[in-house]
């Protein structure tokens, strides 16, 4: 996943340099500022308020998936982009957002068959917040 990340941004870096050596104005060169800007910061991360008011409205249907051991039905349900699953955990990716290589930062909700709440930690800096018993709230990012 490294290689691909240094792939894109020298692809990225080669984009940039010509399209700014194709620019005959400085209206075109603001263009294309703006355009490289708009593709190298993606951001599709929902607001923590958001993610916590989601768990909230939607606890029975969590908990009737608890109880069979199967969260899939919430993969691509209204905020929730991916379900992770693993032996300590259950990840509801909400989305994040990311500088080309150099930086991401990831959002979204987890299950803690342990109420574990460091169950998902990751990333170089790792928040969570307990939404209720053996759900969190997470964010983490990458440098």
Same mark, same amino acid.
Do not use: E, H, T, Y
């Given at each position: 996943m490294k290689g691909m990340k240094k792939a894109v941004a020298?692809?990225?870096v080669l984009l940039v340099l010509f399209s700014f050596s194709a620019c005959e104005s400085a209206e075109e060169f603001v263009a294309s500022v703006v355009f490289l800007g708009s593709i190298l910061n993606s951001d599709d991360?929902?607001?923590k308020e958001e993610i916590i %008011?989601?768990?909230e409205e939607n606890i029975? %249907?969590?908990?009737e998936c608890e109880e069979k051991g199967d969260f899939s039905q919430f993969e691509g349900y209204k905020i929730v982009? %991916?379900?992770y699953a693993d032996d300590n955990y259950v990840d509801f990716y909400c989305g994040g957002k990311g500088l080309?290589?150099?930086y991401s930062y990831y959002c979204g909700f987890f299950y803690s068959p342990f109420n574990d709440y460091n169950a998902l930690e990751q990333g170089d800096r790792y928040e969570s917040e307990k939404?209720?018993?053996k759900l969190y709230f997470y964010e983490a990012e990458y440098y």
């Open positions: 020298v692809l990225l991360s929902v607001p %008011k989601f768990v029975d %249907k969590l908990r982009k %991916k379900v080309a290589a150099g939404i209720c018993d």
